[in-house]
């Protein structure tokens, strides 16, 4: 009856992480999924709430080495949407009541970019009359430009630590100054302080990464104090040096995407009131990879609204799901896949997460 103790623990240990990290046997599995959705529906409700994803470009000046849109990938087509585009974007999902935006690119940190995404910012709330909650995917930027941003209306900041084992994370990207882990974790601690509600993330199955550092990865989350959580496997792409002549087995996969559900529910377990999304690249190796990653403890959808001409072109792993569909058809095709899993979907609503309030006080 270990897993039963261990599951109804005030407060699990990094052993404790890991063992049920390790859980294998389907009916265990069961049995830690159930539990993780309690955990959701006490702290947060069976509730969804929706970020209309735009990824207004692909642009990057970095070079992860993991990733479909760096900086020396040739193979890309870049784009830019216009200001215009991004707005009549944003504008669909206001009037479809999806209650928040997320704004995502390519890293830049150029005086032109920053200026776009201002414009940007101002013109959303102005569109909605400042109804439409806006989360930033938009990399590492300065003090003063998370600031400015962030005065402009943006609420909320997504940076992934892609894993908060160093030795890893100097793996996964070149060793410069544009790819430091402790630049990484200031910008982490300047989020903090301006105000916003800031979420990380890490990537799943990365190559010599065990289920210690995976433990880790969610203690990194608490010793953080993050208030949401993105966070998926790890899918390797061809035009990448990781990713190379890789393509992962049937098996690889399925223990990858294992591992994901198991990653979000000990996440919501362990640390209860966050937000936590049940991402892209969950489905991207499982059909039913959202669903199950709502049934294991997720809590937000990040439906992809980006205009249809571009969306093959955001491709930062293979087999990306949804890029031959379009907004109206992602919303049915979400709405029906939400419902199945027995959650409602709050509709016109920010759903900020619990825990950033009640640090508040
Ligand atoms: N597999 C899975 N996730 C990836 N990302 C980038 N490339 C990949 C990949 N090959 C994720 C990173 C990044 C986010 C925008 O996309 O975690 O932070
Ligand atoms: Fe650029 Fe982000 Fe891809 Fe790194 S992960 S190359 S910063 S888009």
Redesign the pocket.
């Known amino acids: 009856m270990k897993l039963e103790t261990v599951l109804l623990k005030e407060k699990l240990n990094r052993n404790d992480l890991t063992y049920l990290l390790n859980l294998e046997k389907e009916e265990e599995l069961e049995k830690l999924f159930a539990r993780a959705y309690e955990v959701k529906s006490e702290y947060i409700g069976k509730k969804v709430y929706y970020r209309g994803l735009i990824e207004f470009s692909n642009k990057c000046i970095k070079n992860?080495f993991?990733?479909?849109i760096r900086r020396d990938n040739g193979e890309v087509e870049r784009f830019d949407m216009t200001e215009e585009q991004v707005i009549e974007q944003a504008k669909w999902a206001y009037e479809n009541n999806y209650g928040s935006l997320a704004l995502?690119s390519g890293e830049r940190q150029d005086a032109d970019y920053i200026q776009f995404v201002d414009n940007i910012l101002e013109k959303v709330k102005e569109l909605s009359g400042g109804k439409l909650g806006i989360t930033l995917?938009l990399g590492e930027q300065s003090y003063e430009t998370y600031k400015r941003w962030y005065d402009l209306g943006a609420h909320r900041y997504l940076l992934?630590i892609?894993s908060s084992n160093k030795d890893i994370y100097s793996k996964l990207h070149p060793e410069d100054e544009l790819h430091s882990f402790e630049k990484r974790v200031e910008c982490l601690k300047m989020l903090k302080e301006i105000g916003y509600q800031v979420g990380t993330?890490v990537?799943i199955g990365l190559p010599g990464q065990t289920v210690e550092d995976l433990a880790d990865d969610i203690l990194f989350y608490e010793k953080m104090d993050i208030d949401m959580i993105g966070m998926?496997?790890?899918?390797?792409?061809d035009d990448?040096p990781m990713?190379r002549g890789i393509a992962d087995s049937k098996e690889e996969s399925d223990r990858k995407f294992k591992l994901g559900l198991k990653m979000i529910a000990v996440a919501r377990i362990y640390l209860k009131d966050v937000n936590i999304a049940a991402t892209t690249?969950l489905q991207a190796i499982n059909p039913l990879g959202r669903e199950k990653g709502l049934k294991a403890g997720a809590n937000i959808l990040m439906p992809i609204i980006t205009v249809d001409e571009h969306r093959a072109k955001y491709q930062?792993?293979n087999n990306k799901p949804c890029i031959d569909d379009n907004a109206d058809k992602c919303k049915n095709c979400l709405a029906g896949r939400v419902t199945s899993v027995g959650d409602e979907i709050m509709y016109g609503e920010w759903g900020d997460s619990p825990h950033y309030y009640k640090k508040k006080g």
């Open positions: 992860c993991y990733c479909g995502q995917s992934r892609e993330g990537m998926g496997p790890y899918i390797p792409h990448t990713g690249a930062l792993y």
